[in-house]
Nanobody, 126 residues
Framework: QVQLVESGGGLVPAGGSLRLSCAAS????????MAWFRRAPGKEREFVAG????????ALGDSVKGRFFISRDNGKNTVYLQMNSLKPEGTAVYYC???????????????????WGQGTQVTVSS
């Protein structure tokens, strides 16, 4: 079964760090661009970060630049999101997504991604 499974969420104090993982199964995703989005309560799903298949290029949302970092280990079929200096407004469900149609898109447009995980909750306490 083709799926993405996020893990690593939890409760963290403001200023703390967390690392999220997105494990892909069913087939190799080493040739697909991947991304992280988040949806805070009452808000639209927001682009957080994207990464090319090789990991050579990344993109970050304006609100997380300088604090969050995306990486991948294609040997483990896993994408990571390192989140530092977390803020209370970072409280959200974080989703992993893959572009398996063109395999190259790693930007902020949600419709470009055709495979999504179920999400992992991150709560940042003030």
């Amino acid at each position: 079964q083709v799926q993405l499974v996020e893990s690593g969420g939890g409760l963290v104090p403001a200023g703390g760090s967390l690392r999220l993982s997105c494990a892909a199964s069913g087939r190799s995703y080493s040739r697909d661009a991947m991304a992280w989005f988040r949806r805070a309560p009452g808000k639209e799903r927001e682009f957080v970060a994207g990464i090319t298949p090789s990991g050579g290029s990344t993109a970050l949302g304006d609100s997380v630049k300088g604090r969050f970092f995306i990486s991948r280990d294609n040997g483990k079929n896993t994408v990571y999101l390192q989140m530092n200096s977390l803020k209370p407004e970072g409280t959200a469900v974080y989703y992993c997504a893959a572009d398996t149609r063109t395999s190259t898109y790693y930007g902020p447009l949600r419709p470009q991604y055709d495979l999504w995980g179920q999400g992992t909750q991150v709560t940042v306490s003030s």
